[in-house]
């Protein structure tokens, strides 16, 4: 059974940083490409990023853009997001996602429960 | 304000069909890159309902049904049931923005 288990969400200030993780198990974890989408409260769905499955493909949305950092640890099934330079509108859940493929196309196939973090002083 | 533009509520009565569309764009749907729904379950997460336009994944009832056609898409459901009421979101890929994109979400009432 696929699990994605994120963890790291919290009160920080603006202008903080945190870091998110996203412990996955029950697939090939190098295999597929990991995505970060994030949930403001009451919106819609929002991509933040994806990191291709060998590691070397690394993608972002232009509101995180120079802020933020994928990456993975295939040796640990583990995928991270760290934030910094954080603002109020970076607030909402964030979600780990699980890429159909290896490469950045298709969908997300498997989602974990989400983080939540918010920005507020 | 999404790139792709769902309604933002439809209703139907148990038993009944109800479709939801997905209105894109040249640069996203329109471009050919295929479409994705995901169906959100109020403490149950995300659920991925069609992917590449028309396929259901195994498990999904074949109740949900994914059509594509120019810079639209649809997600059809027929057979209405009380537990298929939740919110549903298109997704795709824009290459004028280089970025995964998703609808505004649509919340399914089941009458």
């Known amino acids: 059974e696929v699990q994605l288990l994120e963890s790291g969400g919290d009160l920080v200030q603006p202008g903080g940083s945190l870091r998110l993780s996203c412990a996955a198990s029950?697939?090939?974890?190098?295999?597929?490409?990991m995505n970060w989408v994030r949930q403001a409260p009451g919106k819609g769905l929002e991509w933040v990023s994806t990191i291709v499955a060998g590691g070397g493909g690394i993608y972002y949305s232009d509101s995180v853009k120079g802020r933020f950092t994928i990456s993975r640890d295939n040796a640990k099934n583990t995928l991270y997001l760290q934030m910094n330079s954080l603002r109020p509108e970076d607030t909402g859940v964030y979600f780990c996602?699980?890429?159909?493929?290896?490469?950045?196309?298709?969908?997300?196939?498997?989602w974990g429960q989400g983080t939540l973090v918010t920005v507020s002083s | 304000q999404s790139v792709l533009t769902q309604p933002p509520s439809v209703s139907g009565a148990p038993g009944q069909r109800v479709t939801i569309p997905c209105t894109g764009s040249?640069?996203?749907?329109?471009?050919?890159?295929?479409v994705q729904w995901y169906q959100q379950l109020p403490g149950t997460g995300f659920k991925l309902l069609i992917y590449?336009?028309?396929n259901l994944p195994s498990g999904v009832p074949d109740r949900f049904s994914g059509s594509k056609s120019g810079t639209s898409a649809s997600l059809t459901i027929t057979g209405l049931q009380a537990e298929d009421e939740a919110d549903f979101y298109c997704q795709s890929y824009d290459s004028s923005l280089s970025a995964v994109v998703f609808g505004g979400g649509t919340k399914l009432t089941v009458l």
């Open positions: 040249s640069s996203n749907i329109g471009s050919g890159y295929d």
């Open positions: 590449g336009n028309t």
């Open positions: 996602a699980k890429g159909m493929y290896m490469g950045f196309d298709g969908g997300f196939d498997y």
């Open positions: 029950g697939f090939i974890f190098s295999n597929y490409a």
